[in-house]
């Protein structure tokens, strides 16, 4: 059982997991190609179901390994699910529930390297905080489509002309897509004045809210490695004393032998 725990949870085992996930990711890419998938569907097929074949055997030592402990880690839950669904689905006429779980395979890349997780981890540590951002956004968004129907309604009604249209034109404007050539400048014809609302519009929402989200999912990733760092450390430490304490004992024996 040692042995199988050492390579289960080995860095070649998992090396080979990772690689059989991005060639996987690739197969799934190649049928969306109607020429090759026509061509090549047998070999596909029999490519897909041989690494889902896999990915089940490798969920099951890592179950056999590990027992109960590997429900405790969502991420492996995570991969149970995924490759669970996948079987049971394999031979039902779900076709389209089937392409979800195939696709959803190429997500074990994020279990299988660890900084991808730490991301993942921050982004989840930052939802409190980006969701307080958003309603902030909401807001903003609300008195800005307020200002354009009043302002530009009668100007551009195809941009501004209710408030559900508004929100839609703040939303391509927040985009930064198009905005300055098919909004502003037709607008800015008539209204010359419509240049502080558009510019200050962007610089609120897209440059300083944008930025309060990216910062915190930063800090956030930040603080992860640094736990890291520290629990790494906490371990070399231990790694350390224990060394000293066989030097120490083996100079005892010696001590003794001598004697």
Known sequence: MKRLRMFVMGTRFNRFIMGLIIVNAILIGMETFPVIYQRFHAPLMILDIVILLIFAIEVALKIAVLKKSYFSNPWNIFDFVIVLGSVILYSTPFVSVLRIFRVLRVFRTITAIPTLRRIVAALFMAI???????????IIFYVYAVLGTSFYGEVAPEYFGNIFLSFITLFQIFTL???ASGIFRPIFEQEPSAWLYFISFIVIAAFIMINLIVGEIVNNAQKISDEVEEDTGDIKTD??????????IREIKQMLQQK
């Not at 409190?128 to 909401?138: E, F, G, K, Q």
């Not at 350390?240 to 120490?248: D, M, N, T, Y």
């Open 128 to 138: 409190p905080t980006i969701s307080s951002v958003l309603l902030i956004m909401l």
């Open 177 to 179: 897509e198009s905005w």
């Open 239 to 248: 790694t350390s004393e224990i060394k000293e304490l066989r030097k120490e």
